[in-house]
């Protein structure tokens, strides 16, 4: 009962960690492409033909 117990709280401490570390690298490429964003035009929507292919050049540029 105690190691499954251990078990799961490692389990858990390692979601944490991994969920902080998700949420360190999510924000660091959310600051490059503000900064992408502030030092380049965005791109322009009307050359991709159509709003799906509007949407696909949106989100790339925030990759």
């Known amino acids: 009962m105690s190691k499954a117990r251990a078990r799961g709280k490692r389990y858990e401490t390692a979601l944490r960690v991994g969920s902080l570390a998700n949420l360190a690298l ?3 490429r959310a600051a490059r492409a503000i900064e992408a964003r502030t030092t380049a035009p965005p791109p322009a929507p009307v050359r991709a ?3 799906q292919g509007g949407q696909w050049t ?3 540029s925030w990759r």
Do not use: E, I, L, R
């Open 26 to 28: 999510v924000s660091a």
């Open 49 to 51: 033909g159509g709003g």
């Open 58 to 60: 949106w989100t790339s």
